[in-house]
């Protein structure tokens, strides 16, 4: 089934850094689609969620350089 | 503290320690090679603070490449890879600090703007009283069913959308609609979540809670609009995703032909694409932002730009110009009693839904039972002594489109409507009653004739009262630099009389709805840029035409918001003069960043050309026009 998670960054400095969280999210298992917004930090992730491990999103925009927040 | 807090604190300041360490061991290795003559440790010292400050830097251009997002940080790091490479071990800690600083900055200034809308979220309070089981209980606000009724103290924020089942207050509603004076509430009043219940106690039935109400729509749309990019935007977008391999191809080639390698390290420092991809979303972001907080709400980047361009504002008049609220002003039997001819008129009127028969029907129901004399004496709203008249079925009846009806009743043929239609029915118009009706026109009334089996047996004027804000809107707009006209279905001489009491620079008169998507068309075609302000219903198609439609008292209607590229949450027409200026005003914000950019971009290539500009000062001028751009974007949060 699907299902979609958001988090918020509020430190991207800037917008290729944005680019690049949502191509690495992409690459993850189980995601089908994911958007990130330089502009307002907006992350929004549609997954699979029998293949997908939602701690693996985070850890993700952690290893980018970037702090995810709760949204 | 132990290793778990220190951890944390750690993640959460990594910024700022990486740029405070950086920065540190380059002033000390700087000054270690300055002062004395310890050439070794002032170079182990440097490429340490490259290090320190770089390995973030780094880890990002790695993942830059991986993912084939070529950025600024690929260019950073190639630049102090090949700085210590050659030796220059000063260049490469420098360019690492002044990087780290400069993001470390934009990345806390950019949390600012994009932390301006969750402030207005943090107004809905967490928990909600609810009547259950005849018990009041606290639960948590997004748990409140809809139908529930919550409890507000006065003084308290109301945590759902709904509306009030008992009680009566002011609501300062400033979060949805940015209105700051309080709005009073009573039984069958909508309010909204996020708004403060400043004076009684409220009882609400729910009509939303948690993420279903008003205050988390707008919220969603705000942000909608702030990630949809503007023209501007996406053409830059475009561009930097060549530029940034194009500049690494440039400083190679650069290298080739000059054998220096300074010069094309410095390129590749001074050909981040910096301060022009980052210029107009801020902006933007922080406009919109503020509209937001203003009761403004812009569909995105796309329309804020074409709104910078406005140079006309066309007014719906009824509902917009004026209160919307036609009431009858005056009533003239010609040979039989004034209250004859409303009841007559009101009867003939009651199954259309024009507003002018809704003012028609609703006089003739407030007239008293008895009427003293022939005046217009209306019963008070609260006189409940009153008996309302019953105002009967007229036998039946047509709508003439723009003109009026026909109908029959008691036994006589009925016309009510405008000259217009009495010309087209041969109907002759005395000289004594078409005086009265140019009298009552030149005061900025609509007048109805009424005929009894061919006669006019006397005349209605009707009035719908100016809003007060409506001539400093318009005088507003004026003095920037903005034509203004009003569109309305009334005829010539009532619409010349409004247009001159609101001081609007034209007037079309006598149109029906589609005539005035022609008017629009008329001006787009003549060159203008054209806003129409409406209620976003009834205009809804002259909104559409229009380059930017506004659409005023959108709260609660979520259709005028879907139509329109800018809706008023509250039903407040001197906003329309702050909104537009706001998109002039972003307008050249967008346009300084982007010159500024270019100018900045040109200055330090003709500096590297001629050697004036190192990798150390090309940095430095960079970060400053990234810090340049995004504090002037940030202007527009406080517009």
Known sequence: ?71 | MNKQALTQYYRKHRKAIVTATSGLLYGGGWSLGYLTSFDLASATILILATIAGGYDIAKTAYHEVTNRTLGIKTLVTLAAIGAIVIGEYWEAAAVVFLFSLGSYLEGRTMRKTRTALQELLEMTPDTATVRRDGDLQEIPAREVEEGEVVVVKPGGKIPVDGEVVDGESAVNQAPVTGESAPVHKADGDEVYAGTVNQEGALEIRTTGAGSDTTLERIIRRVEEAQEAQSPTESLIDRFAKYYTPAVIVLAIGAYAVTQNAILSLTLLVIGCPGALVIGPPVSIVSAIGNAARSGVLMKGGEHLERAGKIDLVAFDKTGTLTKGETTVADVEGFGVDDDEVLSLAATAEKKSEHHLADAIVDAARERPTTMTDGGTTVAQADDTDVRHQSVPDPDDFDVVAGKGVIAHADGHGVVVGNRALLDDRDIDVPSRIADYVREREERGETVVHVVRNGDIIGAIAMRDELREAAPGVVAALRDAGIETVMLTGDNERTAAAVAEEVGIDEYRAELLPEDKQSVIEAYQADGYVVAMVGDGINDAPSLATADVGIAMGAAGTDTAIETADMALMADDLERIPYAVTLSKATRWNVLENVGLAVLTVTVLLAGVLTSYVTLASGMLVHEASVLAVILNGMRLLRY
């Open chain 1, 1 to 71: 089934m699907s299902d979609t998670t958001q988090y918020r960054v509020l430190d991207f400095d800037c917008p290729t850094c944005a680019s690049t969280v949502e191509r690495a999210l992409a690459n993850v298992d189980g995601v089908q689609h994911v958007e990130v917004h330089y502009s307002t930090g907006r992350v929004e992730i549609e997954y699979d969620d029998s293949v997908a491990n939602p701690a693996a999103f985070a850890e993700t925009i952690e290893n980018q350089g970037y702090t995810p927040q709760p949204a």
